[in-house]
């Protein structure tokens, strides 16, 4: 077989080490038009972070194509219509880097509502702490969670220490789910109106992308903290941004953008009230090492037509 592996893999070394030896194994792939074209020229197996977008232009050219191996849980980045029509098998790793991003979550809350922007420079003015806003409290505050899958059921779970109430919407989820996990499942509306901290963890859908726009922003309390560990497509960016300039929410952790990476330019670094990360709440040594592992088990199962003990999405034309 002859495999490219991403080189956001890393560590790359335990990933061709799960390969056989017999494997013809490349690592490094541009992302750039051309250049990314002509790295999966040839390849049977690609091994992609969601940075690598496996687009209809790129999976017709790359003729000898069987298997997308997405490292992670969102398959937002690979055109499944694509592969369908020309047989390729796509497999990822759901749930295997959800404490991780749950831990992100609430990190970005926390950094939120005791604003560590605006602490840290604080202290770069050469000022100190008569000059620092009064954060506010995640403990005993109300909590909604927009998305009840593997990562919002993980944020529940740590919340369990925080005296917090929690609500939860999602339209898919039983609510015994909810039960479970000491949440009330309601209403996108209802989450909204009633939560001190809104942190978003949906999946990136057709039926998602937006799901956080203006009307939803203007249905929070202008106290509120919005969180986003989803996709940036979730969040309307330019609503986000209205209702930040018109202090409609009090701040926002963010670690997913709309464009991405996030432009040195962007507006939302303006803000002293929104912290800001470059996409990394998966990003842990053992999220990594466990999503890394299951993915070359996915896939050497597939090779070898046995049973894939995780999920993933199999395809053909």
């Avoid at 893999?9 to 080490?17: D, H, V």
């Avoid at 055109?79 to 295997?96: K, M, R, W």
């Avoid at 926002?252 to 709440?281: M, R």
Wanted: charged share 25%; aromatic share 4%; with cysteine.
């Amino acid at each position: 077989m002859r495999a490219i592996v991403d080189q956001d893999i890393t560590p790359s070394g335990r990933l061709t080490n799960a390969l056989p030896s017999s494997w013809d194994v490349r690592i490094g792939i541009e992302k750039g038009g051309g250049a990314l074209l002509d790295a999966v020229e040839g390849v049977e197996v690609v091994f992609v972070t969601s940075r690598i977008p496996m687009t209809r232009e790129v999976i017709e050219h790359a003729e000898d194509l069987e298997i997308i191996a997405k490292l992670g849980t969102g398959i937002d980045s690979v055109d499944l219509e694509a592969a369908a029509e020309h047989g390729i098998t796509v497999t990822h790793t759901p749930g295997h880097n959800a404490l991780s991003v749950a831990e992100h979550a609430i990190c970005l809350a926390l950094a939120s509502a005791r604003r560590l922007p605006t602490a840290r420079s604080i202290i770069e003015r050469d000022e100190w702490r008569d000059e620092y806003p009064l954060g506010t409290r995640l403990s005993q505050s109300t909590v909604g969670i927009v998305g009840f899958g593997d990562v919002g059921k993980r944020v529940a779970s740590l919340l369990s220490g925080f005296n917090v109430e929690l609500y939860a919407s999602d339209p898919y989820v039983p609510s015994i789910d909810a039960d479970f996990s000491g949440a009330e499942l309601t209403s996108l509306d209802e989450t909204l109106a009633h939560s001190d901290f809104v942190i978003v963890t949906a999946e990136l859908t057709e039926e998602t992308t937006g799901l956080i726009g203006a009307a939803e922003l203007e249905a929070m309390r202008d106290s509120a903290i919005l969180v986003n560990t989803a996709r940036g497509p979730v969040v309307d960016e330019a609503a986000l941004l209205d209702a930040l300039d018109s202090d409609a929410i009090a701040g926002a952790g963010l670690d997913v953008y709309e464009t991405e990476p996030l432009p040195s330019d962007s507006p939302l670094l303006d803000f002293e009230n929104v912290v800001t990360t470059p996409h990394v709440a998966a990003m842990t040594e053992a999220s990594r090492e466990d999503t890394i592992d299951q993915l070359t088990e996915n896939v050497r199962n597939i090779v070898e037509g046995e049973r894939v003990a995780d999920r993933y999405i199999a395809t053909s034309p």
